[in-house]
């Protein structure tokens, strides 16, 4: 039986990614666009640890830096969903391992500003680390959100550092 993967290694692991496919049918019509981003875990996971501590983004302005930085009309929800969700276990991984610096994902929050289940610890542990930041979360119906979360979206991410394999100081977060 194979060893299973680690996080970090399914974040580490690109699989021919990044790419840009051609939308066709449907596809075009519901993202209005002709082209597709797809990025890779590594990118993802760079966008995420750009945001400082004090600021939010949401899955949908990653989305929005990986079309920009591949020249594409949209990036893919599917696949920046699933590797925000590795990033953020891949994280919480190295903190159990001893590191100190991981990438901030309780930062990064779904469409509408709400905190993301699937991550490690679930809507509690992301409730706790964003009010240790000073964040107010708040119960929407049966969803926590970031009040205001708008306001405190973090639009200083560097598109030549996505995707990069090395951290920088400035780039990682202190547990």
């Not at 949908?60 to 929800?77: T, V």
């Not at 599917?78 to 903190?95: P, Y």
């Not at 929407?140 to 090395?166: N, P």
């Amino acid at each position: 039986m194979a060893k299973r993967k680690t996080w970090r290694e399914k974040l580490e692991d690109s699989q021919d990614l990044p790419k840009v496919t051609k939308l066709t049918g449907k596809l075009r019509e519901r993202w209005k666009g002709e082209t597709l981003a797809i990025p890779s875990p590594m990118e993802v996971d760079a966008i995420m640890k750009q945001v400082p501590r004090g600021k939010l983004i949401t899955t949908n302005e990653i989305r929005a830096i990986i079309a920009q930085k591949h020249k594409a009309d949209a990036g893919c929800p599917l696949t920046t969903g699933i590797f925000a969700w590795i990033a953020a276990h891949a994280a919480e991984e190295a903190a159990e391992q001893g590191e100190t610096e991981i990438t901030p994902y309780w930062r990064t929050l779904k469409t509408g500003g709400e905190l993301n289940p699937k991550y490690p610890g679930g809507v509690e542990h992301a409730r706790e680390l964003l009010e240790a930041e000073g964040h107010r979360v708040v119960a929407k119906g049966k969803k926590l959100v970031v009040a205001d979360y708008e306001k405190l979206l973090f639009t200083g991410v560097a598109i030549s550092e996505v995707g990069r394999q090395e951290d920088s100081d400035e780039t990682r977060v202190k547990v």
